[in-house]
């Protein structure tokens, strides 16, 4: 490991200082991806106005697909001119090394590094070992870790610095726990001198981590499907915490009007939420799931659009808007 005084690499975290949605893999009639329709969203998506693009991370899919898919689609991405930043999710902390490595090697923006799943993930000295491998893949790129208690393990304040200590490239942690664990990571990593970023996983805690925890930028599942109202939450919420009185109502405003849509990406369904979502609102392919027997039940499905078509009305004659 290098230490970090003794380094000159300066690291770019610009990409993490926005708004930042976790792309879903479109799935073809022949059950494989269609990376052209996933190309063509993300550039829409950025034209929009996000950062970047997340891929293949924490929207769910990753687990079912092959590790030759995944790089692919971050190829693919890539050769489309987006900034790309690429989930390591892996059962295997070798294989979420070349994960790094190939997102370094083809030209991605920036990592997000997931925990050591299943074998010893209890273990701090194996979560640490394993990621400083993965950051040590892919020295020269930003990279945040993702926190989440559907992981199994939650990194603590002693284990980041020392990975900050040791790894420069190291420049946040995204947080995909409630209002608790956004408040222990304002608290006790990214205040502390030279903490880094502090980045919203969860949509249902957007406000939150902006006004009440400093946040910086935020990771998003719900911007895939309604990316313009998702984009004007954050603006709204940055001006509120710059004092903004009339920003910081109607951020509250807009924040509990998405209330629904945006509980959907703290469940085990989340993906198949906003595939039924972006089906409606981008295009039809994304009704098909990574796995054909992955389905919601029909009234789950009517239920969500019924609240998308409410929040839909509201959006159209919100004065905040």
């Known amino acids: 490991m290098n230490n970090q005084s003794e380094s000159t690499t300066v690291i770019d975290d610009t990409v993490f200082r926005g708004c930042l949605p976790a792309i879903m893999t479109p799935i073809g009639d022949d059950g494989r991806p269609n990376f052209d329709v996933m190309a063509r969203h993300a550039s829409n998506l950025v034209a929009a106005g996000m950062t970047g693009v997340v891929y293949c991370g924490s929207m769910g899919d990753w687990p079912l697909m092959t590790d030759q898919q995944r790089q692919e689609g971050v190829t693919r991405l890539v050769d489309e001119g987006l900034k790309v930043v690429v989930g390591t999710g892996s059962q295997s902390p070798v294989v979420a090394a070349e994960h790094a490595a190939h997102a370094a ?21 194996a979560q ?98 309604l990316p313009s109202e998702v984009l004007h939450l954050v603006d709204l919420c940055r001006r509120a915490a710059d004092g903004d009185c009339e920003a910081r109502r109607y951020a509250r405003e807009l924040d509990e009007a998405l209330a629904v849509l945006s509980k959907y990406d703290e469940g085990p369904d989340l993906t198949l939420y906003y595939r039924l979502i972006a089906s409606k609102t981008i295009d039809p392919i994304y009704a098909r799931p990574a796995l054909s027997t992955d389905r919601l039940s029909a009234s789950q499905e009517k239920y969500a659009l019924d609240q998308l078509q409410l929040f839909q009305s509201w959006w159209d004659t919100w004065p905040g808007r």
Not at 160 to 187: D, I, T, W
């Open 128 to 225: 640490a070992e394993h990621f400083s491998r993965v950051l040590a893949a892919a020295p020269n790129l930003p990279a945040v870790i993702y926190n989440s208690p559907y992981y199994g393990y939650q990194t603590k304040a002693g284990l980041y610095s020392q990975l900050r200590n040791s790894h420069p490239n190291l420049v946040g942690f995204k947080e995909f726990g409630g209002a608790a664990s956004l408040s222990y990571a304002a608290e006790h990593i990214t205040s502390a001198d030279d903490g880094g970023l502090l980045l919203v996983g969860v949509d249902t805690q957007v406000y939150f981590g902006f006004l009440k925890c400093g946040a910086q930028g935020a990771i998003t599942g719900i911007g895939n499907c």
């Open 105 to 125: 090697q083809v030209g991605a923006a920036g990592l997000m590094v997931i925990p050591r799943l299943l074998s010893r993930g209890v273990s701090e000295a």
